[in-house]
């Protein structure tokens, strides 16, 4: 595989002469992270004014500056823009650029696909800012709670809209996280031992971990809302038998998860900043890097608590209380070692530093807001109040942004080779810091008065018309805070001072390399004996391998191909749980006996039959495997071209077995058992396809001698995907078929 | 209520089946460390526990979430203590022994182990099975003893007395963390479904008279479900969180880079992570 990825350079090389074009082909992970930043940024000015716009709506009581349809689409867009334009983007750029980088390796694990996953954004960006063309840009919140949604409220193409480009961003984003992952599973220099890479790296992975179980839930609610909009079926909608509380715990299981995929980025950079400008080596690496694992595991079991007041039952809502006051002790705890990495410190108050001594005492405070929600009698009085509105961002700029500052001005000199001015970085840091709390702050006291959120304007309550003016003028603060730093950026781009290798004396990998680092990163790598390999290069007198032993390398790296593969199908398997969820959920009650059912509408033994099939093509394709590791490539192409075959006849199966039910008039939107039906089964007959599409490729590149015994863990790759759908097929026709779990 | 005289058990078999658990212990490991006899302790008084008190009396054909806390200890906590409960020189020994270290091996494969721990959750949760283990006594029994060979199973390839049946941190830690959602799809389904899963609750014969007290304290079938599916979710959860931590502790506090591959008192020491 090396050598494919050494091709790339030389093309990655030629582009450079293109000049601004060169930017479109890039493969280069450098400059595909800084395509994300660049992204981020203009979509945070984007979604920024949109802000302010809401702001002066509501600085004075019973405005009209705005219409009530339009503060709606604008809080919507605002939600979506920063979430899926801004804080997703920003932090897979700064992976994309940092990680190969810290772990020593030339690029990311497949370049290619890097590329791929970013030009997914654009297009869902421009189909998301297109809805505003069509005159009914999406309104329903970011969470577009059914059944507002669906289509007898949400009859204008808005939410199609966002749905289309929030499932467009998805794949993106899944492809990125498998990237990443694979990346610094496989690709880490000699020496450095998944223990000894910074904490960046490993709460990256986390985090890339995180996205790729977090995403599929929303694929799948977006994919039924989908199919109850354009095709009829009636997934949310109670009117007809639909639940609108599925679509709130499917939501809620990604947008819970994906607070963290936003949060852990940011300790990942506080976790580099602090250590540096302190002087010190991280206090308590283990714990730091320990209970972001822990964050990954608790945080997909906490989601109810966005429903406390849907009435779930007091057994559900006090079990997950307790659950959400569980997560906060991982996130407490790095609280400590942070504070303990500043105590006893020579600490260096850059901007970078006080932007992340900010972070830490902000984001306690959002966090303690969070551990008050989680209480939910308090959840009761306060949910959809600016309360919240204040809490939630006190976390996400209070805490995320301001770590994102702090990395800005860390590593800008990095990307650059120039350093920002600090002057202008405290200035911006002030603004920001009265300008976030004035806006922010006053909004706790706005939400115990019971101002409603989402809500265009507001009577003029005593109280009220001061504190959302104090409100809407800090904001302008944070506006202007941002116009400092642009010009701050230009400034110091055209005559900055020059950053050399490593300004702050810093500790990592990407400061052993020039700023900015050459197109294939490294000249040479220092020895990787610590976790901070560059101090211990740059001071071998104290180097931190004489005083404290890290576990070594054991050299052992996965095969890239299998790992990503496993990732994609980690991720693939909860999309199908979760349909399959649906199915149970909506065929496990009785008193929904009108139309046909599973036990009426379907022929069991046949498709049983065809199920044979399918499940033979598992065995005809270890045959194959067997035969290509062993390099009877004869016997590996009879094996392949029957895996198709066998393949083939099951789609037949189900084409036949459609046809039939069509015929009946069982169609998807007759009633819940054909919706979940065809929702089920077509998903799965669409991965049938999309594997014998792979394997065609694989057969036709065997035909042309390509596929070697030494590259039979590709083929590998691809069987770990095909045994899958072998797998979820069983999981289906044991559910749908022969009736578990009804 | 709960020292309702109706609600104890004092007459159950578990007490014998703890006592010769002990004794056997004692016999067996004549000089056996004290925490592992502290382990062993642990795991036959929960024994006693499950059966003896509100917790088994309930179990049987009262409350499903009764019956989920019966379960959770005898396929999780029990067989953990008990693994942890073996001496491991002496284990050691025996594992020398070419057909025990055979099974030792295959259980150690975390496929076996985890279909062992996460099947025996599902299967004993399908409606017909469920019931027919509340309300017949053999399958019942039949049901418990299975409860424990799986939760030995499942815990081997974590907490095997001898270092080389352990998986390394990280895979341990994704079997867990797998396992986990095993058990969080069941009790998510269990939580949230609408249908009976162990109609033998639904509609309990009034042996005790207590039905009413419990009816009157809130626990009607229907929260009685729904607590069962979270306790079958969050705890064990918690518990798999726990053990995770410890492995990564153990990962991370591992500075060895070669570990002798039959180091006899290999439990407890560092380990290397290297894959074999």
């Given amino acids: ?742 | 209520m709960i020292w309702d005289h109706a609600l104890w058990h004092w007459t159950s078999l578990a007490w014998l089946v703890a006592l010769v658990w002990v004794a056997l212990y004692l016999i067996v490991f004549r000089r056996a460390a004290v925490h592992g006899l502290r382990s062993l302790v642990l795991g036959a008084s929960l024994m006693v526990l499950a059966f003896v008190s509100p917790i088994g009396v309930l179990a049987d054909g009262y409350l499903f979430s009764a019956h989920m806390v019966q379960h959770l200890l005898l396929l999780l906590v029990i067989p953990m203590c008990l693994l942890l409960s073996l001496p491991k020189e002496k284990m050691a020994q025996w594992f020398e022994n070419a057909r025990l270290d055979r099974a030792g091996r295959m259980l150690s494969h975390p496929v076996p182990g985890w279909v062992c721990g996460v099947g025996a959750m599902w299967l004993w949760h399908v409606p017909v099975l469920c019931s027919a283990a509340t309300q017949n006594a053999g399958i019942g029994c039949l049901r418990d003893t299975s409860f424990l060979l799986a939760g030995l199973a499942f815990w081997w390839p974590i907490f095997a007395p001898v270092q080389r049946y352990r998986l390394p941190p990280l895979s341990g830690i994704s079997y867990l963390f797998s396992a986990c959602i095993g058990c969080t799809l069941l009790g998510i389904y269990i939580t949230f479904t609408t249908i009976t899963v162990c109609p033998a609750f639904a509609n309990p014969v009034d042996r005790l008279h207590v039905l009413t007290s419990l009816y009157d304290a809130g626990l009607t079938p229907a929260i009685d479900q729904q607590l069962g599916g979270l306790l079958m979710w969050v705890p064990p959860c918690s518990l798999y969180v726990g053990v995770i931590i410890s492995l990564l502790c153990r990962w991370y506090s591992n500075t060895e880079t070669v570990t002798p591959p039959e180091s006899p008192g290999g439990y407890g020491r560092p380990f290397s992570t290297s894959a074999k």
């Fill in chain 1, 1 to 742: 595989m090396s050598t494919e990825v050494v091709q790339q350079y030389e093309t990655a090389k030629a582009d450079s002469n293109w000049g601004l074009l060169s930017w479109f082909a890039s493969v280069d992970h450098k400059r595909i992270g800084l395509l994300y930043m660049l992204l981020a940024v203009f979509f945070l000015v984007i979604g920024g004014v949109e802000a302010l716009l809401i702001r002066v709506q509501l600085a004075v009581p019973n405005n009209t500056f705005l219409s009530p349809q339009f503060f709606n689409q604008l809080f919507t867009m605002h939600g979506t823009t920063m979430v899926f334009l801004v804080g997703m983007p920003v932090f897979t750029g700064f992976a994309n650029y940092l990680i190969p980088l810290m772990i020593g390796a030339k690029d990311v694990a497949f370049p290619r696909l890097n590329a791929m996953s970013f030009w997914m954004l654009p297009f869902g960006a421009v189909l998301l800012y297109w809805s505003f063309l069509t005159g009914s840009a999406p309104d329903a919140g970011w969470f577009s709670y059914a059944p507002l949604s669906t289509k007898p409220y949400s009859s204008l193409p808005g939410v199609d809209y966002w749905i289309i480009s929030l499932a467009v961003m998805g794949i993106g984003s899944v492809a990125g996280a498998i990237n990443i992952a694979a990346t610094v599973i496989c690709c880490r220099a000699p020496g450095m031992s998944l223990q000894r890479v910074p904490l960046f790296v490993w709460i990256m992975l986390m985090q890339a971990i995180l996205i790729l179980i977090t995403i599929p839930p929303l694929n799948s609610a977006l994919a039924m809302l989908l199919i109850d909009r354009w095709l009829g079926a009636a997934f949310f909608e109670p009117a007809r038998g639909g639940s609108a509380l599925l679509w709130q715990h499917f939501f809620w299981m990604f947008g819970h998860p994906e607070v963290y995929v936003f949060a852990l980025p940011a300790f990942a950079m506080v976790s580099e900043v602090i250590p540096v400008f302190s002087r010190k080596p991280i206090y308590g690496y283990a714990f730091v890097a320990g209970s972001s694992s822990v964050i990954v595991l608790l945080s997909y079991g906490v989601w109810a608590h966005h429903m406390f007041a849907v009435g779930l039952g007091m057994g559900a809502n006090i079990f997950f209380a307790a659950a959400t006051l569980l997560i906060a002790i991982p996130t407490g705890i790095k609280i400590f070692n942070w504070t303990a990495t500043l105590w006893g410190g020579s600490i260096r108050c850059t901007t970078a530093m006080l932007f992340a001594i900010a972070f830490l005492v902000q984001f306690v405070v959002g966090g303690l807001t969070g551990i008050m929600f989680a209480t939910v009698p308090i959840d009761w009085q306060l949910t959809d109040t600016y309360f919240v509105v204040a809490h939630f961002h006190y976390v996400l700029i209070g805490g995320i942004v301001f770590a994102l500052f702090a990395a800005t001005y860390y590593w800008f000199p990095k990307i650059t080779g120039k350093m920002l001015d600090e002057r202008l970085g405290k200035i911006q840091f002030w603004l920001w810091v009265i300008g976030f709390n004035g806006t922010f702050g006053v909004q706790h006291f706005l939400g115990f008065m019971g101002m409603p959120r989402r809500v265009y304007t507001y009577a003029d309550h005593p109280g009220w018309a001061t504190l959302n003016a104090i409100s809407s003028v800090s904001a302008f603060f944070m506006a202007a805070g941002t116009l400092v730093l642009v010009w701050n950026v230009i400034s110091s781009l055209l005559r900055g001072s020059t950053a050399g290798a490593n300004p702050w004396d810093a500790f990592t990998l990407e400061w052993f390399t020039t700023s900015p680092p050459p197109v294939e990163n490294f000249e040479s790598l220092p020895e990787i004996k610590s976790r901070r390999p560059v101090w211990d290069a740059n001071h071998p007198e104290q180097a931190d391998w004489k005083t404290s032993t890290t576990p070594a390398d054991n050299g052992h790296r996965p095969d890239k191909a299998k790992t990503s593969a496993w990732a994609f199908v980690v991720s693939e398997a909860i999309f199908f749980i979760l349909l399959l969820v649906a199915y149970v959920v909506f065929n496990a009650r009785v008193e929904d006996a009108s139309g046909p059912t599973s036990e009426t509408a379907l022929n069991v033994l046949r498709t049983g039959i065809f199920s044979v099939f399918l499940l033979s093509s598992s065995v005809s394709f270890w045959l194959a495997e067997r035969h290509l590791s062993r390099g009877d490539t004869t016997g590996f192409r009879k094996y392949l071209a029957m895996t198709i075959l066998l393949g083939v006849v099951f789609l037949v199966g189900q084409a036949i077995e459609y046809n039939e039910l069509i015929q009946d008039g069982v169609t998807i939107n007759r009633n819940l058992f054909a919706s979940t039906f065809f929702t089920v089964t077509g998903f799965h007959g669409l991965h049938v396809t999309g594997g014998l599409v792979a394997l065609s490729i694989m057969l036709l590149m065997a035909r042309k001698g390509y596929l070697t015994p030494k590259r039979s863990k590709v083929f590998g790759a691809i069987g770990v995907y095909w045994h899958f759908v072998d797998v979820v097929w069983i999981a289906v026709f044991t559910i749908i078929y022969l009736g578990f779990l009804q």
